[in-house]
C-alpha cells in the first residue's frame, strides 16, 4: 500500500512564526489532503491539493505530484494553530470515490504565546 | 447546511460486548467512510458504503461491520469487543461524483474499552 511520511513529527513555535511542515508519498495519488486536527480531536480540512499550489489565508499548500511531495506553509503562527496536521492521500480504485484515504502519523504543532 | 454528525460523543463499554456507533453524513454526500484513530496515531481506513454496499476494506477484523441505510446515514458495529478497540472513531462522507472530492470529518465518536 501506499506509505505516507510527514516530517517533523514535533515543531515548537513563538506566536508569529512561520514553518513548513513536509509530506512525502510513496507512489502516484489522485487525492491528497491536508487536515488540523484539534485538541478535542476534530479533523478540519485544510486543503485538498492533489497538485499545485493553494492559499487560504495564513496557510498556504503545494504539491508537486512527479516529485511526491507536499508541503504546507503556516505563516505568522498564532496560538489557535496548535495541533495536530495530518497529510493524507488516496488512488482511485476502479468506479469507486476517494474514501480509502492513507495517513501520515501526523505533525504536532505547538505555538506558545 | 449541517457537516458529518456522528453519535454517541463519548461510550464506555466493556470488553466482550457490542457497541454500534451512528453516522449521518453531509447533505448532498452518499459515500460513507469510517476510520479508526488510536491515541497519537493517525487515523485508519475501516470501511467505505456506497448505494447500501459494502465498497472497500482496510485490514479489520470481521468482528467490525457495518451497514448503510437509503438515506445514506451509516453504522459501525465492533463485536467481542477488545480493550485494544478503544480509539476514536471518525465518520467521512463525500459524493461520488465527481470521483475527486475531498472528504468531509464529523467530530468522532470517541469509544473506552474497560
Known amino acids: 500500500g501506499i506509505q505516507v511520511e510527514q516530517s517533523p513529527p514535533d515543531l515548537i513555535l513563538q506566536e508569529g512564526a512561520n514553518s513548513t511542515l513536509r509530506c512525502n508519498f510513496s507512489d502516484s495519488v489522485n487525492n491528497l489532503q491536508w487536515f488540523h486536527q484539534n485538541p478535542w480531536g476534530q479533523l478540519i480540512n485544510l486543503f485538498y491539493?492533489?497538485?499545485g499550489t493553494k492559499q487560504n489565508g495564513r496557510l498556504s499548500a503545494t504539491t508537486v505530484a512527479t516529485e511526491r511531495y507536499s508541503l504546507l506553509y503556516i505563516s505568522s503562527s498564532q496560538t489557535t494553530d496548535s495541533g495536530v496536521y495530518f497529510c493524507a492521500v488516496s488512488i482511485r480504485a476502479g468506479g469507486t470515490s476517494y474514501g480509502k484515504l492513507t495517513f501520515g502519523q501526523g505533525t504536532i504543532l505547538t505555538v506558545h504565546p | 447546511d449541517a457537516g458529518v454528525t456522528q453519535s454517541p460523543t463519548h461510550l464506555i463499554k466493556t470488553r466482550g460486548q457490542q457497541v454500534t456507533l451512528r453516522c449521518s453524513p453531509k447533505?448532498?454526500?452518499?459515500?460513507v467512510s469510517w476510520y479508526q484513530q488510536a491515541l497519537g496515531q493517525g487515523p485508519q481506513f475501516i470501511f467505505q458504503?456506497?448505494?447500501?454496499?459494502?465498497?472497500q476494506r482496510g485490514n479489520f477484523p470481521d468482528r467490525f461491520s457495518g451497514h448503510q441505510f437509503p438515506n445514506y446515514s451509516s453504522e459501525l458495529n465492533v463485536n467481542a469487543l477488545l480493550l485494544g478497540d478503544s480509539a476514536l472513531y471518525l465518520c467521512?462522507?463525500?459524493?461520488?461524483?465527481?470521483?475527486?472530492?475531498?472528504?468531509?470529518f464529523g467530530n468522532g465518536t470517541r469509544l473506552t474499552v474497560t
Open positions: 458504503y456506497y448505494e447500501e454496499e459494502e465498497r
Open positions: 447533505s448532498g454526500h452518499d459515500t
Open positions: 467521512a462522507s463525500s459524493p461520488r461524483q465527481p470521483y475527486n472530492s475531498p472528504l468531509h
Open positions: 491539493i492533489p497538485s
